[in-house]
């Protein structure tokens, strides 16, 4: 029995989160070194396919043209399309934006529970309608200003 503990094959660990991170690291410090910067956003060639994709479902409203995105899909892709670095002002031509929120006594610590777990850059809250008092609120954002009763030293 010692004998078939020893010879297992261990688990895959290509899609770990230190493997991901040691990829993305590696990644960006070659672009780096290797005169590829920042400044120079060329993408490969199935990223710019990915990030297509994901404008395309935004402006569609729709995941690969069958289903209606959620709300949570939504953050999603503008999330991800922030990490690639798409423009805030690319996104919000392409993705319809609700005029009016809908806002509620629980919408607050909502938004403070999904951004423990998910952690969504502020600005791709506005594209499901939270609007940024709840953002302060939830203590995802900080508001100059938004202590009650305090003055500012000058």
Known sequence: MAKAKASARPANRRGSPEAVEKRKVARMFNDLLGGRGPSSQKLDGRTE????????????????????????????????????????????????VPKTPVQ???????????????????????FVG???????EAGVIHVEGSGRGTKKKK
């Open 49 to 96: 396919k990915r990030r297509q994709r994901l404008l395309r479902e935004l402006e569609q409203g729709q995941a690969h043209g069958a289903r209606e995105l959620k709300p949570l899909d939504i953050l999603q892709r503008v999330q991800e399309l922030l990490e690639l670095g798409e423009p805030v002002a690319n996104i919000r031509k392409v993705s319809k």
């Open 130 to 136: 939270i609007s940024e008092e709840a953002l302060a």
């Open 104 to 126: 509620n006594e629980g919408i607050v610590e909502l938004v403070k529970r999904l951004h423990n777990a998910y952690a969504f850059r502020p600005e791709a809250y506005r």
